[in-house]
């Protein structure tokens, strides 16, 4: 059932910025100035997340205009290569790449707001946010579109006062800036880069956004291929700029190891009563991330529902598939007051980074498979975005298994599972 188109280029736009913009930029800076110590080795950092980002974009939006179906990797995966494959990305994407994520982003928000406005307790927050978000998106998609591009156009709005306030003002940070080239890309080479690469790499989550609901844009295939690459370029500058000011505002001593980084900031740019307020703002931001996951997240067991009898409640009776947004929300809610939520998360990155590296080693399948098939948008410089991509993605998956062979294998081990189970759930539709 083809589902209406009400929303445009601007809100796919919308849901792929709010989708990246979370919780990763917001906390994970103290951990990279262990092993980082100056300015230029943070921002190349960042700007080389941003490509790699930039590279899978580039062949999603070839993908997509190909295959211009809802569900994400879970229509692209069965179409592709196998529906066991395609069974597996939507089970990976409806638990870890949505359900998790919600949770974590809700959290984050919970723990802004509890610095902002003493006495909160940082679960309830989360949970009421996880609410809040589900009710506005259960409406209709033309809700769903407005209310995303009020919030990110909101988050984007306080980012950028808070990057002009951060270089207007005299801040407090003591981190070299000036770049010394033998001492810099020694560092790019060390262990401490390749942990941090994996941080920022998680922080760009979400670039792929606007392929969950591909049906409900209007010109599905030129709205992707803007939403996938404006989204991220924009995404990767507001990245560098975001982390420039922080450490611009405070000195490394009291951002290292820390969390909350942007509250360290603001407290120590503007002082502590300020910084209550800027961290409530901070708040209201992350609650357009929490509602871009919770817009995208059921469309692909929406989709699912669609093709799978065994998933058939699932598939939307309308625009809004109300079943696969209710399990989003509750997994989120005991995810949120449940243990081992980081666990979670880390054991089902790898099964995660795996399917989307088969969705941009489709792309490079689909021109020997199917060289004569229209691609109304093509990859620029093709080979080198699906190599440079699939290159990071091996790292990355490598790097893990050397680090963390438990849980690396833990994540493969869902993934298979979910391959697997594919073939009963077959003969229980026949």
């Not at 009421?128 to 984007?156: C, F, N, P, W």
């Not at 010109?219 to 611009?248: C, E, I, M």
């Not at 699932?314 to 598939?321: L, T």
Request: aromatic share 12%; with cysteine; hydrophobic share 55%.
């Amino acid at each position: 059932m083809s589902q209406p188109t009400h929303a445009g280029a601007f809100a796919a736009t919308a849901l792929v910025v709010a989708s990246m913009v979370g919780v990763g930029v917001f906390t994970s800076l103290g951990f990279q100035l262990f092993d980082l110590n100056s300015g230029p080795q943070i921002l190349f950092l960042w700007a080389l997340g941003g490509l790699i980002a930039l590279c899978g974009a580039f062949c999603y939006a070839e993908v997509a205009a190909m295959l211009p179906r809802s569900g994400g990797e879970y229509h692209f995966l069965r179409s592709i290569y196998h529906p066991s494959l395609g069974f597996m990305a939507g089970m990976l994407s409806a638990f870890a790449g949505f359900s998790a994520p919600t949770a974590i982003t809700a959290l984050a928000f919970g723990e802004y707001l509890h610095k902002a406005i003493g006495g909160i307790p940082v679960q309830h927050a989360a949970a009421g946010v996880i609410l809040l978000g589900t009710a506005a998106h259960a409406v209709s998609t033309k809700t769903s579109a407005r209310v995303q591009v009020a919030a990110t156009g909101l988050k984007l709005l306080l980012i950028l006062i808070f990057i002009g306030a951060a270089w207007t003002m005299e801040g407090k940070g003591d981190i070299r800036w000036t770049p010394d080239f033998k001492i810099d890309s020694l560092a790019v080479l060390t262990p401490g880069f390749a942990v941090a690469l994996l941080y920022v790499t998680y922080s760009y989550t979400g670039w792929n956004a606007a392929v969950y609901g591909l049906e409900e844009w209007n010109d599905p295939q030129k709205t992707v291929r803007r939403a996938l690459l404006w989204g991220t370029v924009l995404v990767a500058v507001l990245y560098v700029g975001l982390n420039a000011s922080f450490l611009h505002s405070a000195p490394v001593a009291d951002l290292k190891g820390q969390e909350a980084v942007g509250h360290i900031a603001a407290t120590s740019l503007f002082g502590g009563e300020a910084a209550r307020m800027v961290s409530g703002l901070f708040a209201l931001g992350l609650f357009a991330s929490a509602s871009a996951l919770l817009w995208a997240g059921p469309r692909v067991l929406g989709a699912m529902g669609r093709n799978m009898r065994s998933l058939s409640f699932f598939a939307p009776r309308k625009d809004v598939p109300h079943l696969a947004l209710l399990f989003q929300m509750i997994v989120a809610l005991v995810l949120v007051y449940a243990a081992g939520l980081r666990d979670l998360m880390e054991a089902t990155q790898i099964g995660l980074t795996l399917s989307t590296s088969l969705v941009v080693a489709g792309s490079m399948v689909m021109r020997i498979r199917a060289p004569e098939l229209p691609r109304p948008v093509k990859i620029p410089f093709y080979p080198l975005p699906p190599l440079i991509f699939l290159t990071m993605a091996g790292f990355v998956i490598v790097y893990s298994a050397i680090q963390n062979p438990k849980t690396t294998l833990a994540g493969a081990g869902v993934a298979i599972f979910f391959a697997v189970v594919w073939f009963p759930l077959k003969l229980f539709r026949r």
